[in-house]
């Protein structure tokens, strides 16, 4: 996805769906909406990072950009409450 006004209010999107499944899949019932979205921004990289390491790359359109983000963004929640000491890892 390019950074266009259209490509940034995709990116929010993705951002916003990813992080909130990732809430749900992670009992957390979401985080609001800029939470959701910032978690889904930062899992975007992180499951980006993390599928670039496993050898898979290229355009995987607007869905696979949230799949991506989704599991990075659920990676970022188990990490967080590994270091917080918080009980609920899934």
Do not use: E, N, Q
Request: net charge positive.
């Amino acid at each position: 996805m390019v950074l266009d006004p259209g490509g940034l209010l995709a990116w929010l999107l993705a951002g916003l769906i990813a992080g909130f499944l990732a809430g749900l899949v992670m009992r957390g019932g979401g985080y609001g909406i800029v939470g959701d979205i910032i978690l889904g921004i930062l899992g975007a990289f992180i499951g980006g990072f993390l599928v670039g390491l496993l050898g898979f790359g290229g355009v995987a359109g607007f869905w696979g950009t949230v799949v991506v983000a989704f599991i990075g963004a659920v990676v970022l929640i188990m990490l967080v409450r590994a270091l917080t000491g918080s009980r609920t890892t899934l």
